[in-house]
């Protein structure tokens, strides 16, 4: 074989080998190093977001006692569905002090109550209980009467108030009749 020939065959089984070399082994190994690329990424990305959750977690439990002060005159606002009776003995104090004949009526609703077909629903629609008032007395005691309804800690959401002259009373004897809302917490 001439030294030509030798050469060239030198050189083609040498291709083949650094072939081989790059098919067996550094294919392989670029496709392993990219899948660890992303394995690595998604790992990162997933502590970065459980970090982040974390953190907000601590945020949440440090300022716990901020958003309970902050919350307390909210809940004061509001009753237990089993406070009823306590809201009415109140009420019915508020109206022996301001000279009030006064009549309670009282209906709880546990759940939001649902619009009539046809009709839209009030802006605030959460469950509460709903008292039904009727007083007699005289205007200055039911002004004096309001205003003390006025001073609770609840939040009494009224939406109508009738007055009416009373029969057979005094020139200032008048029934006043209304519902009060006081939410549920």
């Given at each position: 074989m001439s030294l030509k020939l030798h050469s060239i065959?030198?050189?083609g089984i040498s291709a083949i080998g650094?072939?081989?070399?790059?098919v067996g082994i550094v294919v392989p190994s670029i496709k392993q190093i990219i899948t660890l690329q992303k394995q690595i990424t998604a790992t990162q990305t997933q502590f970065e977001k459980q970090y982040r959750e974390a953190t907000a977690v601590r945020r949440s439990i440090r300022e716990a006692p901020e958003i309970a002060d902050?919350?307390?005159?909210?809940t004061m606002a509001t009753i237990a569905a089993t406070d009823a009776l306590d809201m009415i003995t109140t009420f019915e104090g508020l109206a022996k002090n301001n000279a009030i004949e006064q009549t309670i009526n009282v209906?709880?609703?546990t759940e939001a109550p649902k619009p009539a077909k046809g009709q839209k629903a009030p802006p605030i629609n959460l469950p509460g209980c709903i008292f039904s008032?009727?007083?007699?007395?005289?205007?200055?005691?039911?002004?004096?009467?309001l205003a003390a309804l006025e001073r609770l800690p609840q939040y009494l959401y009224i939406d109508s108030m009738s007055w009416q002259k009373r029969r057979g009373g005094g020139p200032e004897d008048v029934s006043v009749e209304f519902s009060a809302k006081i939410y549920i917490r």
């Amino acid at each position: 074989m001439s030294l030509k020939l030798h050469s060239i065959v030198l050189l083609g089984i040498s291709a083949i080998g650094i072939l081989a070399i790059i098919v067996g082994i550094v294919v392989p190994s670029i496709k392993q190093i990219i899948t660890l690329q992303k394995q690595i990424t998604a790992t990162q990305t997933q502590f970065e977001k459980q970090y982040r959750e974390a953190t907000a977690v601590r945020r949440s439990i440090r300022e716990a006692p901020e958003i309970a002060d902050q919350l307390r005159p909210f809940t004061m606002a509001t009753i237990a569905a089993t406070d009823a009776l306590d809201m009415i003995t109140t009420f019915e104090g508020l109206a022996k002090n301001n000279a009030i004949e006064q009549t309670i009526n009282v209906r709880c609703e546990t759940e939001a109550p649902k619009p009539a077909k046809g009709q839209k629903a009030p802006p605030i629609n959460l469950p509460g209980c709903i008292f039904s008032f009727l007083n007699h007395g005289t205007v200055t005691h039911q002004l004096s009467y309001l205003a003390a309804l006025e001073r609770l800690p609840q939040y009494l959401y009224i939406d109508s108030m009738s007055w009416q002259k009373r029969r057979g009373g005094g020139p200032e004897d008048v029934s006043v009749e209304f519902s009060a809302k006081i939410y549920i917490r």
